[in-house]
T-cell receptor, first 113, second 112 residues
Framework: KNQVEQSPQSLIILEGKNCTLQCNYTVSPFSNLRWYKQDTGRGPVSLTIMTFSENTKSNGRYTATLDADTKQSSLHITASQLSDSASYICVVRTLDSNYQLIWGAGTKLIIKP | DTEVTQTPKHLVMGMTNKKSLKCEQHMGHRAMYWYKQKAKKPPELMFVYSYEKLSINESVPSRFSPECPNSSLLNLHLHALQPEDSALYLC???????????FGPGTRLTVL
């Protein structure tokens, strides 16, 4: 069964600190993996997209990694800011006829001053 | 214009009401989507339109009726909803069904 699992479920860190969010998937066949940021009550916004051959991709203070062999991805946030408080969702797209999106449950990140 | 817009932002309706949610994009995207999102859960796909034709209906109850009048507009008609239908309804669009989806801000729906 295609699944995406994220950890931790929630995380509280102090402003200025770094953090890493994890995503493990059992999706086959794999097409790509995206990390979305979703503010409460708003639509998701794409942070990064990674294909099978990519190991690392950065977007400002966000750096995503992908290990296609172990089917793991991480999102590292550097020098966190209050505006980083949001849910971060890992989404994997299948490479079958439906090109289905498999959504993780998300990690709720809270940045405290 | 590089965004997806949704109206209204908030909607409160009774179980006997008929209302519609609207979504618009002017990015030339040919695929449009409706998602339902409950609190602390990821979005759940409801409908997919590709080139203005309904291509995916994820077994959504008939009280939700989608409509795609043209390539820029997507509506979701609501009738005889239940309180458990209260959720954030997200619209998204993409160049085609395999490209990255861009999401609107959502409509917060409350059914009394």
């Amino acid at each position: 069964k295609n699944q995406v699992e994220q950890s931790p479920q929630s995380l509280i860190i102090l402003e200025g600190k770094n953090c890493t969010l994890q995503c493990n998937y059992t999706v086959s066949p794999f097409s790509n993996l995206r990390w979305y940021k979703q503010d409460t009550g708003r639509g998701p916004v794409s942070l990064t997209i990674m294909t099978f051959s990519e190991n690392t991709k950065s977007n400002g203070r966000y750096t995503a990694t992908l290990d296609a062999d172990t089917k793991q991805s991480s999102l590292h946030i550097t020098a966190s800011q209050l505006s980083d408080s949001a849910s971060y969702i890992c989404v994997v797209r299948t490479l079958d006829s439906n090109y289905q999106l498999i959504w993780g449950a998300g990690t709720k990140l809270i940045i405290k001053p | 214009d590089t965004e997806v817009t949704q109206t209204p932002k908030h909607l409160v309706m009774g179980m006997t009401n008929k209302k519609s949610l609207k979504c618009e994009q002017h990015m030339g995207h040919r695929a449009m989507y409706w998602y339902k999102q409950k609190a602390k859960k990821p979005p759940e796909l409801m409908f997919v339109y590709s080139y203005e034709k309904l291509s995916i209906n994820e077994s959504v109850p008939s009280r939700f009726s989608p409509e795609c009048p043209n390539s820029s507009l997507l509506n979701l008609h609501l009738h005889a909803l239940q309180p458990e239908d209260s959720a954030l309804y997200l619209c998204a669009s993409s160049q085609d069904v395999v490209s990255e989806q861009f999401f609107g801000p959502g409509t917060r729906l409350t059914v009394l």
